[in-house]
């Protein structure tokens, strides 16, 4: 049966054929090449590349900080162009660098930052400042780089929004502290309310693994593989083969293909590749993170 429009998921994020240059008009460079991405509602996305990949400039494109050269997105159905105060009020993000004021003590940037949105909650952001050992006393210039970052995620989530985007919101936090971190990110303020989406650009990939329904991977501007985590832990593959063999970089089904030492390796997904639908063995995200930035 074919879908309608009714019955069809909803989706939290698209893009479609976004770029992004950045640069003088005579030195410019594509950041993101031809970026198309849809991120279902309730959907957890781990997006991960390496430094330069262009993370960091595909999450300030989707939120609106940055206006792509080509190419568009949305979130909530709305234009990130041209974002409503309706969608501001159900959308949280946490930039890489915190973005605070440093002559402000955390309960002032609460109470300050809660008058812009109707549904902020102060006893939910104490609460959660507390569960991450954050002093809401202090002044932000005298508060530790992993407690800024703690400060703008108590920010983010004070008035429980519907999409979350993070860029690497728990680089400075000790382990403790990101796994309490972790468990906020499902939790919503009303019983019966729907799965939170969250779009997080991350290095830590153990932590990713053990909370993502979806990867995606970028890697110079481009975006190499978007899918659901079950589906590439099943179906996505390392095998190696002697060189000369039938693999090819533009082979169906063929993600990476790279050569070492005589051998041929190539990550493939079963589900499509012409040559192996089986044999290999499956890589676990950190794993796989590697093959994809030989």
């Not at 030195?27 to 991405?37: C, E, F, P, T, Y």
């Not at 279902?40 to 595909?58: D, M």
């Not at 929004?161 to 502290?177: C, F, G, W």
Request: hydrophobic residues 45%; negative net charge; proline residues 4%.
């Amino acid at each position: 049966m074919t879908n309608t429009d009714t019955d069809a998921p909803a989706m939290a994020i698209e893009a479609h054929g976004l770029t992004v240059k950045l640069g003088n008009y005579h030195a410019a460079r594509n950041v993101l090449q031809g970026i198309d991405l849809q991120v279902p509602a309730g959907a957890v996305v781990g997006l991960v590349g390496r430094n330069g990949a262009g993370k960091t400039t595909l999450l300030d494109t989707l939120v609106g900080r940055l206006t792509p050269h080509a190419g568009r997105s949305r979130l909530l159905g709305c234009a990130s162009t041209d974002l409503s105060d309706a969608v501001r009020e159900r959308l949280g993000y946490v930039a890489q660098t915190p973005d605070l004021f440093e002559g402000l003590t955390g309960l002032e940037h609460l109470e300050r930052i809660g008058r812009l949105y109707a549904g902020w909650h102060e006893p939910r952001a104490r609460t959660l400042a507390a569960r991450l050992g954050l002093d809401l006393g202090a002044l932000v210039s005298q508060l530790s780089l992993g407690d800024q970052q703690k400060l703008s995620l108590v920010l983010a989530l004070g008035h429980d929004p519907d999409l979350l985007i993070l860029d690497e919101p728990v680089a400075s936090l000790d382990p403790l502290t990101r796994r309490e971190f972790m468990r906020t990110l499902f939790e919503r303020r009303w019983i019966n309310q729907p799965p939170r989406t969250v779009l997080v650009s991350s290095h830590l990939l153990t932590d990713l693994e053990r909370v993502v329904s979806h990867v995606a991977f970028l890697r110079e501007g481009r975006l190499q593989l978007f899918d659901e985590w079950d589906a590439v832990a099943e179906h996505v593959r390392l095998l190696e083969l002697p060189v000369g063999s039938s693999a090819r970089p533009q082979a169906p089904g063929v993600i990476a293909c790279t050569e070492h030492e005589g051998r041929v390796r190539v990550v493939f997904d079963a589900r499509h590749a012409e040559f192996a639908s089986t044999g290999g063995r499956a890589l676990a995200l950190e794993d796989l993170f590697v093959e994809l930035n030989k």
